[in-house]
């Protein structure tokens, strides 16, 4: 089993930054892909982020491709969401996800992770 714990949220200004994390507990990463995901009211959950551990890899929906920058801490067990130039379409539950990494793939839908974190809330103000 794999606990996720998500921070960082809160609120900030368009044009502003924020860092989120995602601390695990229960396994390391190193085995492992994670993601971050965001829910809008009313929108599905999408894909933002992702990392896959060993290799350090990383992915980026082409919405965030430029601003977002996903990282890890090995010595942390931990992933971070390094959010830049937020604009208003940005506000959103942000979720971070894990699976087991299996050799060469991508991991992109909800579908595809095991473990959930419980959310963290980012609001952009004017």
């Known amino acids: 089993q794999v606990q996720l714990v998500e921070s960082g949220g809160g609120l900030v200004q368009a044009g502003g930054s924020l860092r989120l994390s995602c601390a695990a507990s229960?396994?390391?990463?190193?085995?492992?892909?994670v993601g971050w995901f965001r829910q809008a009211p009313g929108k599905e959950r999408e894909f933002v982020a992702g990392?896959?551990?060993?290799?350090?890899?990383?992915a980026y929906a082409n919405s965030v491709k430029g601003r977002f920058t996903i990282s890890r801490d090995a010595a942390k067990n931990t992933v971070y969401l390094q959010m830049n130039s937020l604009k208003f379409d940005d506000p959103a539950v942000y979720y971070c996800?894990?699976?087991?990494?299996?050799?060469?793939?991508?991991?992109?839908?909800?579908?595809?992770?095991?473990?959930w974190g419980q959310g963290t809330q980012v609001t952009v103000s004017s």
């Open positions: 996800a894990a699976r087991l990494q299996l050799s060469g793939a991508w991991y992109t839908r909800n579908v595809d992770y095991a473990y």
């Open positions: 990392i896959r551990w060993s290799a350090g890899d990383t």
């Open positions: 229960g396994r390391t990463f190193s085995s492992y892909a």
